[in-house]
């Protein structure tokens, strides 16, 4: 998917492992699958599971959830990742890598959820959850800045989709984003990348999310995405109510969704078909919202 990520398979991580949590070495290793772009994913027995960077852009994300995962994962009403290794550059891979236990759970499908209210629900009150944590010598998050300081590349991401998305329609909506007012509040934690692969569901319910590569302190709308990118729109109110987003909030959180989904579209179109189809999806539902 990306010029400067590295070939990472079973053999690797398995050579990995026995040189630093000799242990586990017995345990099988098995690769996942998964439209994640940063990390690659290796179930290592029944418990764990290994997760090493593709590219170095991926590292600061590794070691931020290395730091912060311990200190978030009490205060939030699901599981969360966590940390039980620390592995070293070694046997030719050059970066740091994780492992974590394993939480059970699937990811869910839009247009497929079993029980979206209830669903919608639990993720707002996860973003609730995760805005109360003390933001104090938190990160920058990676996607909680302003809205604004997107504006040029999903301009560029539009032009390179013209003729593949209704783009009129498309520019009109972010362009009616940019007026939503900005967040003037105190910084406060925010996922950063709440989307369907770093969801996971048990029985129609919210089991964990994943994935806090993203995650910092900042304007907390970026965290309404999930209202696009998962929720049918019959269950949007009740995501909103339970996450408690006012009307400036919930225009910014439309515009992150809208923009995310312009940049990742033209990159991923060939490379990442999961995560393409989950972009087509959220242009759709912006659009059809809008009328």
Same mark, same amino acid.
């Given at each position: 998917?990306?010029?400067?990520?590295?070939?990472?398979?079973?053999?690797?991580?398995?050579?990995?492992?026995?040189?630093?949590?000799?242990?586990?070495?017995?345990?099988?290793?098995?690769?996942?699958?998964?439209?994640?772009?940063?990390?690659?994913?290796?179930?290592?027995?029944?418990?764990?599971?290994?997760?090493?960077?593709?590219?170095?852009?991926?590292?600061?994300?590794?070691?931020?959830?290395?730091?912060?995962?311990?200190?978030?994962?009490?205060?939030?009403? *699901?599981?969360?990742?966590?940390?039980?290794?620390?592995?070293?550059?070694?046997?030719?891979?050059?970066?740091?890598?994780?492992?974590?236990?394993?939480?059970?759970?699937?990811?869910?499908?839009?247009?497929?959820?079993?029980?979206?209210?209830?669903?919608?629900?639990?993720?707002?009150?996860?973003?609730?959850?995760?805005?109360? !944590?003390?933001?104090?010598?938190?990160?920058?998050?990676?996607? *909680?800045?302003?809205?604004?300081?997107?504006?040029?590349?999903?301009?560029?991401?539009?032009?390179?989709?013209?003729?593949?998305?209704?783009?009129? #329609?498309?520019?009109?909506?972010?362009?009616?984003?940019?007026?939503?007012?900005?967040?003037?509040?105190?910084? *406060?934690?925010?996922?950063?990348?709440?989307?369907?692969?770093?969801?996971?569901?048990?029985?129609?319910?919210?089991?964990?999310?994943?994935?806090?590569?993203?995650?910092?302190?900042?304007?907390?709308?970026?965290?309404?995405?999930?209202?696009?990118?998962?929720?049918?729109?019959?269950?949007?109110?009740?995501?909103?109510? !339970?996450?408690?987003?006012?009307?400036?909030?919930?225009?910014?959180?439309?515009?992150?969704?809208?923009?995310?989904?312009?940049?990742?579209?033209?990159?991923?179109?060939?490379?990442?078909?999961?995560?393409?189809?989950?972009?087509?999806? *959220?242009?759709?539902?912006?659009? #059809?919202?809008?009328?």
């Amino acid at each position: 998917m990306h010029a400067d990520e590295v070939d990472l398979d079973a053999p690797l991580v398995r050579r990995l492992i026995a040189r630093r949590y000799p242990q586990w070495a017995p345990l099988p290793v098995r690769r996942l699958a998964s439209s994640g772009t940063e990390n690659a994913m290796f179930r290592l027995g029944a418990d764990l599971l290994v997760r090493l960077p593709r590219r170095p852009g991926a590292v600061p994300d590794l070691r931020l959830e290395q730091r912060w995962l311990p200190r978030l994962g009490p205060l939030l009403p *699901v599981a969360v990742p966590e940390p039980v290794g620390l592995g070293e550059p070694d046997e030719g891979y050059p970066w740091p890598w994780s492992v974590y236990r394993w939480l059970p759970g699937s990811n869910p499908v839009a247009g497929a959820l079993r029980d979206p209210e209830r669903l919608a629900e639990d993720l707002g009150v996860f973003v609730r959850a995760l805005r109360r !944590a003390d933001p104090r010598g938190a990160p920058a998050g990676y996607r *909680v800045g302003r809205l604004r300081d997107r504006d040029e590349p999903t301009r560029a991401a539009l032009a390179e989709l013209d003729g593949r998305v209704h783009t009129g #329609a498309v520019t009109a909506l972010w362009e009616e984003a940019l007026r939503a007012p900005a967040h003037t509040g105190p910084p *406060v934690w925010a996922h950063g990348d709440l989307s369907p692969g770093n969801v996971l569901v048990d029985e129609g319910r919210l089991s964990a999310v994943i994935d806090f590569g993203c995650a910092g302190a900042g304007d907390p709308a970026v965290d309404l995405i999930v209202a696009w990118n998962l929720l049918p729109a019959s269950a949007r109110d009740a995501f909103r109510k !339970a996450a408690g987003a006012d009307d400036a909030q919930w225009a910014r959180g439309r515009g992150w969704a809208l923009s995310i989904a312009l940049i990742q579209l033209p990159y991923y179109w060939d490379t990442n078909p999961a995560l393409a189809e989950n972009s087509r999806h *959220v242009i759709a539902e912006i659009l #059809a919202e809008a009328g």
